[in-house]
């Protein structure tokens, strides 16, 4: 490929809020389009229109070990859009989903997944007790959540849709965190390493992590529908880099140089 037609081919994915992660001979017969959160910080997030992130960084080295006739970009936009995009078959998959199969049935093939992330609850001071069981025992609390994320479980969804808790949806982390800071909500369930960037970033104070919900796997969630030989041999090779770079230490590099040792 020409430097200038691999120029032009970039310039075309900036304009459409795209980041041309790796393109090859045109032999493929579309793009594979990922997305990803803009607002996740430090796992997910954008410049202008570029995604960036341990995610980016991640699928973007991944790419460079995968061999074939494949053109795909990373789209950066808010979850909420960006769940929407790969259900209703707008893109191919879905970057840093949980595994949520009740919740997101349209998911066929799950990657394999680079690192797992620690889901926590954060609350107001003297709200709850970190001996409480989650999330039985915060009945009757306001909870904020990222719109369109499943972090808090399904055993949390399924009290909130029982009236024993309340929810309130906000676009970010940061917005969500100034909520609880403020009195606006009771409880927060995040990932920590998330939360706490945005806590030592912004010098949020009045928030308490009271206790460790789970561990979370974190991959690219392929759509069901989509399915064929390129669909096969990409996911196949994705899982092969992601596997390499797991156990020669990328990924650990990458986390580390993303929060700063």
């Keep these: 490929m020409s430097r200038s037609f691999s120029r032009a081919l970039r310039t075309a994915a900036a304009t459409f809020g795209l980041t041309a992660l790796t393109v090859l001979p045109a032999a493929a017969s ?9 607002a996740y910080a430090p796992y997910m997030s954008a410049e202008g229109r570029t ?28 979850w909420s859009r960006a769940v929407n995009m790969v259900e209703s078959g707008q893109a191919h998959g879905l970057v840093g989903t949980y595994y949520r199969p009740d919740s997101r049935p349209w998911i066929g093939t799950y990657s394999t997944a680079p690192f797992s992330e620690t889901v926590s609850v954060y609350c107001r001071p003297g ?27 399904k055993a949390f969804f399924d009290m909130v849709e029982g ?9 970010t982390t940061e917005q969500n965190l100034r909520k609880l800071a403020g009195g606006r909500i009771d409880c927060y369930v995040q990932e920590q390493l998330a939360a706490e960037a945005v806590i030592n970033a912004g010098g949020i104070t009045g928030i ?10 974190a991959m690219i969630g392929f759509r069901g529908t989509w399915s064929g030989d ?15 770079m797991g156990e020669d ?6 986390i580390q140089t993303a929060v700063g040792g």
């Design 30 to 38: 579309e793009t594979i389009l990922l997305v990803q959160d803009a």
């Design 51 to 78: 995604a960036t992130g341990i995610w980016a960084d991640v699928i973007n080295e991944a790419l460079t070990r995968i061999e074939g006739d494949y053109e795909v970009a990373l789209q950066a936009v808010p």
């Design 249 to 254: 230490g990328t990924i650990d590099t990458i």
């Design 127 to 153: 709200v709850a007790q970190a001996d409480w069981t989650y999330p039985d025992d915060f009945k009757g609390l306001t909870f904020g959540n990222n719109a369109g994320f499943g972090t808090p479980g």
């Design 230 to 244: 390129m669909a096969e041999s990409f996911t196949t090779k994705m899982d092969a880099a992601l596997t390499e």
């Design 208 to 217: 308490e992590r009271v206790l460790d919900t789970s561990e979370e796997p």
């Design 163 to 171: 009236g024993l808790i309340s929810l309130q949806d906000a676009p």
